[in-house]
């Protein structure tokens, strides 16, 4: 565990995926608009983008409803993030909300979901509806952009790796713990019980790092959700673990509790955390119903960057347990000789 | 104890600018101000700053330790 | 293996015959706490609430029901214990006797519930899941917390430490049994509850494994 090279290897992917998720530039996307309800008949629509550049080419502005296609009968552009829009809409459209698309030339094709309040439903339009636009493509290397995440989607490469790297050290913890049943060497429980240490450490980022992230997106620091209540439970089992721990005296006994205890907890918090998401809503990607980050990222930008960083963080994480191990150990020796 | 106390002088100075930042949109607003603005990039910067003060307090506990370590096989 | 853990449990009944009052203590704690409850309250519950503080006040039962498993005896007749019988068997009868202890104290604690805080909230329940579902969550509760017990007893520290090592662990099989009861009291039948009551019956199984598995580390001295 002195050798170098992985140290070396977790520093780099971290300051790679750091740097990338920090630097790489959000995809345009439109992420306000104002007006409607749209009642069949005249209507306009201000449209606000973030890095987006309405000036340099050809707007097209659609509103997309059931299926259907209404393009914007006049366009006017502002500036490069400001647009407003004309549209005549027909007599009934299918759904309650339409979708605001905004098609440009090198910004692929934007779309607000549920944009505008449709009041009046019908059947499905007859007249003045299109053709779905043509897609374009999307250029250079970007991250995917929603109108409540904004740049907040670089934190997935930092919030998200915490908890990675808190499983990791759990788990390293959990194998200690069965070797301390089988071989009964304190060596083996210093080891647990300093990878817990460990893992509360990103635990306690994760759930920071987590809290101010759910205020800029979510307006709450702590909502209910089902990977919150994982986490909170993960930090009370590791916290009784170190109760456990400090309200028994004999070395050996010690040892073996917290093993038993940690073992038990591991696998239960396992369970729990495979099954939580089919018992309560989220509002986490990939889970509740909630699209995958992958899944609305269509050139899978974020997928390489962010495995780095996942990788990188827990190579961290392990560095940081070994450290506490191995001081751990000479505090240890230094106590034995003393005694001695 | 030096070493410490300048340590931590230094995270000051070098947060110091952060915070300065993230107050100087003059919003009444401090949630606007620190998470809300500009695209919310502050946020992440907050989330980066928090791992990063993370890892330092981290590192000073250790560094405490391991000072205790030294001055008792001394 | 199997005559021996009969053996132990019979040993168990009637251990705790000879102690009716630990039985009486258990029932006036779930009587008191539910008057409380009923005197605390004073509008019709909705649903969820009452769905509620009816687990929360079976989940401290169970507590204080589960922490005289280990923590009655005193070391000696432990030992006694362990060197007549294997420490596999003593823990697959705790949990056993625990896990009837257990069904029967939800059962009436149900009883008064519908007592003190009125059945309104049951009008449109589907009955069977709704008492499988308390006399299952009992049992859980039962599984879980055997081992715990044993390990809070082991450290010498009461129900203290017990409820601190027991509470995150309980979680999943408390959400998963008030998911089902909740369903339940909303009027899905089996088919709606089933998911539940399979996690359920799953968390019981790995829960009593690691015990097994677990327990003889615990009284190797």
Request: proline share 4%.
């Amino acid at each position: 565990m002195r050798t170098l090279w992985w140290k070396i290897m977790a520093l780099a992917l971290v300051l790679a995926a750091s740097i990338t998720a920090l630097r790489t530039p959000l995809a345009p996307a439109i992420v306000y608009a104002s007006g409607g309800p749209f009642a069949p008949g005249g209507n306009s629509a201000s449209v606000i983008g973030y890095r987006t550049h309405f000036m340099a080419a050809p707007v097209r502005v659609f509103l997309e409803n059931g299926g259907q296609f209404v393009e914007a009968s006049s366009t006017v552009v502002a500036d490069d993030t400001h647009l407003t829009a004309r549209f005549e809409v027909p007599v009934g459209l299918r759904e309650d909300m339409s979708d605001l698309v905004v098609v440009a030339p090198g910004h692929g094709a934007m779309r607000l979901f549920a944009a505008f309040y449709n009041p009046e439903k019908g059947t499905g339009a007859v007249d003045g509806v299109t053709d779905a636009p043509q897609q374009g493509e999307r250029a250079g290397f970007v991250f995917p952009n929603r109108n409540i995440l904004y740049e907040t989607i670089r934190n997935l490469n930092f919030h998200v790796p915490m908890w990675f790297t808190m499983m990791l050290l759990q788990t390293i913890s959990f194998v200690f713990s069965i070797k301390v049943l089988g071989s009964g060497r304190w060596l083996d429980d210093r080891a647990a019980v300093q990878a817990v240490n460990a893992s509360l450490l990103f635990a306690i980022l994760g759930l920071i790092t987590g809290s101010i992230w759910a205020r800029a997106t979510w307006s709450g620091w702590w909502t209910s959700d089902a990977k919150l209540n994982g986490a909170a439970v993960t930090v009370l089992i590791y916290l009784a673990y170190l109760v456990l721990r400090g309200s028994v005296t004999d070395l050996a006994k010690r040892a073996r509790l917290a093993a038993i205890y940690n073992i038990f907890a591991y696998v239960l918090m396992l369970l729990f955390i495979m099954a939580l998401p089919r018992m309560t809503a989220s509002l986490h990607p990939g889970s509740g119903g909630n699209p995958a980050f992958s899944q609305y990222d269509l050139d899978d930008s974020l997928r390489p960057v962010f495995y780095a960083a996942v990788l990188g963080w827990m190579g961290i994480g392990t560095w940081i347990f070994n450290l506490q191990y191995r001081l751990a150990r000479i505090e240890n020796r230094h106590d034995e000789e003393r005694l001695r | 104890m030096m070493r410490n106390g300048s340590a931590r002088l230094l995270l000051l100075l070098a947060l110091l600018p952060a915070w300065t930042a993230a107050h100087a949109q003059g919003e009444p607003d401090w949630l606007v101000d620190t998470l809300y603005g500009s695209g919310k990039i502050n946020t992440v910067i907050t989330v980066v700053s928090v791992i990063l003060l993370g890892i330092g307090l981290w590192l000073f506990r250790l560094d405490r330790r391991i000072a205790r370590m030294e001055k008792r096989t001394k | 293996m199997r005559s021996e853990v009969l053996q132990l449990l019979r040993l168990e009944v009637a251990l705790d015959l000879r102690q009716r009052a630990a039985w009486g203590g258990m029932l006036l704690y779930v009587v008191s706490a539910m008057y409380v409850c009923h005197l605390a309250v004073s509008d019709s519950l909705s649903r969820s609430t009452w769905n509620a503080i009816f687990w929360i006040i079976l989940l401290f039962a169970a507590f204080n029901a589960l922490a005289r498993s280990f923590q009655r005896e005193d070391q000696g007749r432990q030992l006694y214990l362990y060197t007549m019988a294997h420490p596999r068997s003593v823990v697959l009868a705790r949990a056993l006797y625990g896990s009837i202890t257990m069904l029967a104290l939800s059962l009436l604690s149900l009883l008064f519930y519908l007592l003190f805080l009125g059945s309104d909230p049951m009008g449109d329940a589907s009955m069977g899941p709704f008492v499988a579902s308390v006399a299952l969550g009992g049992v859980g509760f039962a599984a879980v917390l055997t081992l715990i017990s044993a390990i809070a007893a082991r450290a010498g520290n009461g129900i203290g430490l017990m409820a601190i090592l027991g509470f995150p662990i309980v979680l999943p099989m408390l959400l998963a049994v008030m998911r089902a009861s909740q369903l339940a009291l909303d009027g899905s039948g089996w088919s709606g509850t089933g998911y539940y009551f399979l996690a359920i019956g799953a968390l019981d199984v790995v829960t009593l494994t690691l015990a097994w598995l677990l327990f003889p580390y615990l009284w190797r001295d």
